[in-house]
């Protein structure tokens, strides 16, 4: 098992800045590619991004890319989400997900990934 718990969110302006941390626990954090999802109320759970587990790849929904930044540090078994530039339709509860161990399918869709976070509230004010 891995358990995932998401920190970070809370209310920010219009063109501000969050970031987003994921601390994982339960098994080695390098065997598994990490993702972040939101859901807006009302819609579908969505993709935000994704990082390979070597973190040498990352992988941005087009609504986010050039604006979000996935990254991770296996040291401390933690993967994060940089957020500039926010804009109101990024107000979502994030979930940070991970798929199972060696992994190596497509990272878009939720149903890849076997373990999620509880979630976290962003709320960008206009």
């Known amino acids: 098992q891995v358990q995932l718990v998401e920190s970070g969110g809370g209310l920010v302006q219009a063109g501000g800045s969050m970031r987003l941390s994921c601390a994982a626990s339960g098994r080695t954090f390098s065997n598994y590619a990490m993702g972040w999802f939101r859901q807006a109320p009302g819609k579908e759970r969505e993709f935000v991004a994704a990082i390979s587990r070597t973190g040498g790849n990352t992988y941005y929904a087009d609504s986010v890319e050039g604006r979000f930044t996935i990254s991770s540090d296996n040291a401390k078994n933690t993967v994060y989400l940089q957020m500039n530039s926010l804009k109101p339709e990024d107000t979502a509860v994030y979930y940070c997900?991970?798929?199972?161990?060696?992994?190596?399918?497509?990272?878009?869709?939720?149903?890849?990934?076997?373990?999620w976070g509880q979630g976290t509230q962003v709320t960008v004010s206009s």
């Open positions: 997900a991970a798929t199972g161990p060696a992994y190596s399918g497509s990272y878009y869709y939720p149903d890849k990934y076997a373990y």
